[in-house]
């Protein structure tokens, strides 16, 4: 909490979230004019930890621009995840300041187009591609990542000079480890009948975490969003109740510019209770152990990310399960990307499960970043919504 005595509203703390948002590219370009090296992510298996370790600031290139998809379709098919596409055509254009600041980037083979995508961007940048084992239970397979993880280091120390060394690590993984505590405070608000926040409010203050070049003030601005919103859970009636249907979101990765499904459920009035895909809680609901090698805890921990690309992927039904219980999840939409053929795929499972297991209603949206389908997407989700009350 800030020196002040008065505490602030969740609308003004929300509104200055909003506001960094809007200004980060600022605070990155004064990172680069001081010096420092600005490294570009596309996914969260590649951890902020490391990068941070090797004295450099990570960013993510995840692209969430509409209007950078006709660029890319100058040489990628049509046919394609609109994130991909987006990421490229910001690329190709340089039009996209992180972008433009990045002096490396990290890739991963999370999906054949990513992969084949990063081969093009390394004619813009130096790039450095992780391959990930896709069955974390195979014999070796942790062994193989560990490998992974110290071929990123040693990139990593070739752009900045800085090596990550095992005391630099476990500082920037207590750091992270802070942040994700603070994140796991505010969404509690979920669990109650009746939230003082709203998920799309969640997801611009999860996206920050993505756009941040000193920790400092975004780790004592988000402890003073969790003080608000526990106060505001305290104040409220502990018996008060919505009649809103609890509804979880999953799937493909969203941001608040790309948030159509999220925004379109919550006006058909449903109460978005729980979001766990990579954009929400399922990169802060777990802590790095910061006991031991703090290289091989980092290795555990993104190892064990709950990604599509894992086959199997046991812990993506798992964490569904987990959140249907803390949240009190009434149910479920998955949604998937244009040509995102994990996810689509997947959709098959989280479907059994939800249906079979869970005995929750379901319903998977396939779309991409245009706003053409809203209209027929309105439809699907206030019918479907309606079928829940």
Same mark, same amino acid.
């Given at each position: 909490? %800030?020196?002040?005595?008065?505490?602030?509203?969740?609308?003004?703390?929300?509104?200055?979230?909003?506001?960094?948002?809007?200004?980060?590219?600022?605070?990155? *370009?004064?990172? +680069?004019?001081?010096?420092?090296?600005?490294?570009?992510?596309?996914?969260?298996?590649? !951890?902020?930890?490391?990068?941070?370790?090797?004295?450099?600031? !990570?960013?993510?290139?995840?692209?969430?621009?509409?209007?950078?998809?006709? #660029?890319?379709?100058?040489?990628?098919?049509?046919?394609?995840?609109?994130?991909? *596409? $987006?990421?490229?055509?910001?690329?190709?254009?340089?039009?996209?300041?992180?972008?433009?600041?990045?002096?490396?980037?990290?890739?991963?083979?999370?999906?054949?187009?990513? *992969? +084949?995508?990063?081969?093009?961007?390394?004619?813009?940048? !130096? /790039?450095?591609?992780?391959?990930?084992?896709?069955? *974390?239970?195979?014999?070796?397979?942790?062994?193989?990542?560990?490998?992974?993880?110290?071929? /990123?280091?040693?990139?990593?120390?070739?752009?900045?000079?800085?090596?990550?060394?095992?005391? %630099?690590?476990?500082?920037?993984?207590?750091?992270?480890?802070?942040?994700?505590? =603070?994140?796991?405070?505010?969404? %509690?608000?979920?669990?109650?009948?009746?939230?003082?926040?709203?998920?799309?409010?969640?997801?611009?203050?999860?996206? @920050?975490?993505? &756009?941040?070049?000193?920790?400092?003030?975004?780790?004592?601005?988000?402890?003073? @969003?969790?003080?608000?919103?526990?106060?505001?859970?305290?104040?409220?009636?502990?018996?008060?109740?919505?009649?809103?249907?609890?509804?979880?979101?999953?799937?493909?990765?969203?941001?608040?510019?790309?948030?159509?499904?999220?925004?379109?459920?919550?006006?058909?009035?449903?109460?978005?209770?729980?979001?766990?895909?990579?954009?929400?809680?399922?990169? &802060?609901?777990?802590? =790095?152990?910061?006991?031991?090698?703090?290289?091989?805890?980092?290795?555990?921990?993104?190892?064990?990310? !709950?990604?599509?690309?894992?086959?199997?992927?046991?812990?993506?039904?798992? @964490?569904?399960? #987990?959140?249907?219980?803390?949240?009190?999840?009434?149910?479920?939409?998955?949604?998937?990307?244009?040509?995102?053929?994990? &996810?689509? =795929?997947? $959709?098959?499972?989280?479907?059994?499960?939800?249906?079979?297991?869970?005995?929750?209603? &379901?319903?998977?949206?396939?779309?991409?970043?245009?706003?053409?389908?809203?209209?027929?997407?309105?439809?699907?989700?206030?019918?479907?919504?309606?079928?829940?009350?």
């Amino acid at each position: 909490m %800030r020196g002040s005595s008065v505490a602030r509203s969740i609308d003004a703390i929300l509104a200055e979230v909003a506001d960094r948002l809007e200004w980060a590219q600022v605070r990155f *370009k004064e990172a +680069k004019d001081s010096g420092l090296k600005v490294v570009g992510l596309y996914c969260g298996y590649i !951890p902020f930890e490391l990068v941070r370790a090797a004295g450099a600031i !990570p960013v993510s290139l995840c692209g969430n621009d509409a209007n950078a998809i006709p #660029s890319a379709e100058v040489e990628l098919p049509r046919n394609f995840c609109p994130l991909i *596409k $987006s990421s490229y055509g910001l690329a190709i254009t340089d039009t996209c300041p992180y972008f433009h600041f990045a002096d490396a980037l990290i890739g991963e083979t999370t999906c054949d187009g990513k *992969k +084949k995508v990063f081969e093009l961007l390394g004619k813009l940048r !130096p /790039v450095h591609v992780m391959q990930i084992p896709y069955d *974390k239970n195979v014999p070796g397979a942790l062994e193989r990542w560990a490998e992974e993880m110290a071929r /990123v280091a040693a990139f990593l120390t070739e752009i900045t000079g800085i090596e990550p060394t095992p005391e %630099r690590l476990a500082a920037e993984i207590r750091y992270e480890n802070d942040i994700r505590r =603070v994140l796991q405070r505010i969404v %509690r608000t979920f669990e109650r009948r009746v939230p003082s926040l709203t998920w799309t409010q969640m997801l611009s203050v999860r996206s @920050l975490t993505d &756009f941040v070049v000193d920790r400092a003030p975004y780790l004592a601005l988000i402890e003073e @969003l969790a003080e608000a919103v526990e106060l505001a859970d305290a104040a409220a009636a502990d018996a008060a109740q919505s009649p809103l249907p609890r509804l979880l979101i999953t799937g493909s990765p969203m941001s608040p510019e790309t948030n159509k499904v999220m925004r379109l459920a919550e006006d058909s009035g449903a109460l978005v209770v729980a979001h766990d895909a990579c954009s929400g809680t399922k990169m &802060f609901d777990r802590l =790095v152990d910061e006991d031991g090698d703090p290289f091989a805890a980092l290795t555990r921990f993104t190892l064990d990310i !709950p990604c599509a690309c894992m086959s199997p992927n046991d812990g993506r039904v798992e @964490l569904l399960r #987990s959140s249907v219980a803390v949240y009190g999840v009434e149910g479920v939409i998955d949604t998937v990307w244009q040509a995102c053929h994990t &996810f689509n =795929v997947e $959709s098959v499972i989280v479907q059994r499960a939800c249906r079979e297991e869970l005995s929750l209603p &379901f319903m998977k949206i396939e779309t991409d970043y245009s706003s053409a389908d809203e209209g027929q997407l309105r439809t699907r989700i206030e019918a479907f919504v309606e079928g829940m009350c």
